[in-house]
């Protein structure tokens, strides 16, 4: 029969484009590997909260082989103490608490801090003129911190370097 199609090209058809179909839920964003993710500043309004190691599934699936790798080629190689890279994170992260309490640096900004196999993330937003490499130095003092990275914006009008929280989604018939 011209102009049929199989059933089985129907269905493919529904499955491309029901995820894209408004008012469908996007997948539940999840801290699948308990990396520690705090805020340490809040002192610009408006800045937006980063994603921080918020991944769907489909994240939590292409960083799963990395993730085992990385502690394990480090130890082999006599870089490291511990066997696995993100064994080191909780220590970081509860260091990196105390020196951003304890100091008055980067006091008129907003920070959000991800540890993640002894890399540090900072996301969120410094004041204009201030330099990311100077946060970075700060964060790098921190015993085992292996790399810093700062990705922020300067200024209240730069450009927003990394990802973002979605935000919560409305539930079903509320406006929003």
């Not at 914006?153 to 979605?166: E, K, Q, S, T």
């Amino acid at each position: 029969m011209r102009g049929a199609r199989p059933a089985s090209c129907t269905l493919l058809a529904l499955c491309c484009v029901a995820p894209a179909t408004p008012g469908l839920a996007a997948e539940e964003l999840r801290n699948w590997f308990n990396d520690p993710f705090f805020q340490v500043r809040a002192a610009i309004a408006g800045c937006p909260a980063p994603a921080g190691p918020f991944t769907d599934r489909k994240g939590f699936l292409a960083q799963s082989h990395r993730r085992a790798e990385k502690g394990t080629t480090a130890w082999l190689a006599g870089e490291a103490q511990r066997p696995k890279a993100y064994a080191y994170d909780e220590e970081i992260a509860s260091a990196l608490k105390a020196a951003f309490r304890d100091a008055t640096d980067f006091g008129q900004s907003t920070l959000w801090v991800t540890v993640q196999g002894r890399v540090v993330y900072v996301e969120g937003c410094l004041p204009a003129g201030a330099r990311p490499a100077d946060l970075e130095a700060f964060v790098r003092r921190t015993a085992n911190v292996q790399q810093a990275i700062a990705a922020v914006r300067l200024g209240p009008a730069g450009r927003v370097p990394y990802a973002l929280m979605p935000p919560p989604a409305a539930a079903p018939g509320t406006a929003k």
